[in-house]
């Protein structure tokens, strides 16, 4: 791992640390544009946008969009655009959540996503997401929250009491999910249950929210997720893995902001003819079907906005291409059987150009080749990812955008083990080979 690649990978190691849910997620990301001098849209203004400058707009507190209006019309030149996602497959807090069984406080939770149950449970779990209350003058408020202490865990049952466990452990999520907050006491008291919900987690939610200085006179509606407060680590003998929670997606999110605020970098010094493009969308494990999520209208819209009228947008986009980029499934050394036997992407061996006969994945022909030479022209090694025929294979939002848009798409990923566990793995120089690539197609592309 060189110099180069040891600092990237602590800053996308911060990045996770600081994203427990989607919306901390785009928060931090926020803060990277601000300090790049990005400017902040909102969807409901007039935008008067300049030649050269940043600009980013978020929907929801959980979908970014960021990009560089380039020195040539979006009708001439099209955008380099770069698509991941926020989300990651977790427990969410239901809305009437406490529970008391057998003197515990236990919370109860909905799988969000294609959630891998198992390393769940033992792990030292923490609360963060999105609070919305009143404060002491009545109005309704949001803030972020995140506990970061643990607070919870998923007990396992011991083996003594489940002697098939190491053959047939089955995991119902309703039954077994939900998480030990402690034993009922007098302060967290579940209380009488005829007379409504119990008020234990709205109350702890004020109190921490008050903590970080907020006015608080009642919480009214939350969106939490649980999450593994281990923090993400380098490991192997030569820290050749980094080992981390959410790495599904936040890492190729990291990686584009990283490629695009490069390359504005690069552009003070040579302005940039094109215009180029980050969007990180919510809602990718569950469909992408909301109007925050890649099948909503958040992309189209920003792009109608910078292309005016209709002939300049489908010009636009008849000279656009759209890199997807959704981690990518590592051959894994105790189960090399569940890959195709010519298209097992290796770890530290570069980013993965993913293929799907039945469009699971939008790449094609041209647009892999295309991706090819990005690769060629940051000198990144690059492998591709075929699923076994007798297998079922994952998506990514590369199609959805492919169908709503008409746009080139291709889709790539840093290969990782453990994807939609609680902890995944993936290699050091992955995602540093994936963020030149991207910078290459960004900075170097003359568009043909």
């Not at 008291?189 to 006015?215: F, K, M, V």
Request: contains cysteine; aromatic residues 6%.
């Amino acid at each position: 791992m060189t110099q180069q690649q040891a600092v990237f990978n602590q800053g996308l190691m911060r990045f996770l640390q600081s994203s427990p849910s989607p919306a901390h997620a785009v928060t931090a990301m926020v803060r990277q544009l601000e300090e790049a001098g990005y400017q902040a849209l909102n969807e409901g203004d007039e935008w008067q946008l300049q030649p050269g400058q940043g600009y980013w707009v978020t929907r929801g507190g959980r979908s970014l969009i960021a990009f560089r209006l380039g020195e040539q019309p979006v009708a001439e030149g099209g955008v380099r655009m770069i698509g991941a996602h926020t989300d990651s497959p977790c427990l969410k807090v239901k809305p009437k959540a406490e529970l008391l069984r057998q003197g515990c406080l236990q919370l109860g939770v909905e799988v969000y996503g294609g959630v891998l149950m198992h390393p769940w449970f033992d792990r030292d779990l923490s609360l963060a997401g999105e609070i919305h209350f009143r404060d002491e003058a009545g109005k309704l408020q949001s803030a972020l929250l995140d506990v970061k202490k643990p607070i919870a865990i998923i007990p396992s049952l011991a083996i003594h009491l489940n002697r098939e466990a190491n053959k047939n452990s089955e995991i119902n999520a309703q039954l077994h999910l939900p998480p030990v907050l402690g034993l009922e006491t007098g302060e967290h008291s579940s209380g009488n249950s005829s007379q409504g919900p119990s008020l234990i987690l709205r109350q702890l939610l004020a109190g921490w929210l008050r903590q970080e200085g907020h006015s608080v006179d009642e919480v009214v509606d939350y969106d939490l997720c649980f999450y593994d407060t281990q923090p993400p680590a380098l490991v192997g003998l030569e820290q050749e893995f980094i080992s981390s929670a959410r790495l599904d997606n936040l890492l190729s999110c990291y990686t584009g902001l990283h490629a695009l605020l490069v390359a504005s970098t690069l552009a003070v010094d040579a302005p940039q003819a094109a215009t180029s493009l980050l969007v990180c969308n919510d809602h990718e494990e569950v469909g992408s079907a909301s109007a925050i999520g890649a099948e909503g209208p958040f992309l189209e819209s920003v792009l109608r906005r910078l292309s005016g009228e209709e002939q300049k947008y489908q010009r636009m986009m008849a000279r656009s291409l759209l890199i997807s980029c959704d981690n990518a499934h590592a051959i894994h050394p105790n189960y090399a059987d569940k890959h195709d036997e010519n298209h097992g992407p290796q770890i530290n061996a570069g980013p993965v150009i993913k293929v799907n006969a039945n469009q699971r994945y939008a790449t094609s022909s041209e647009t892999s080749a295309l991706f090819s030479s990005f690769c060629d022209m940051a000198r990144v090694p690059y492998q591709h990812f075929v699923v076994r025929s007798d297998m079922g294979c994952g998506s990514t939002i590369g199609p959805i955008a492919a169908t709503k848009l008409g746009v080139r798409v291709v889709d790539v990923g840093a290969p990782q083990w453990s994807m939609h566990s609680i902890r995944e793995t993936a290699g050091t120089k992955d995602a540093w080979y994936l963020a030149q690539a991207l910078q290459a197609f960004i900075s170097q592309w003359d568009g043909q």
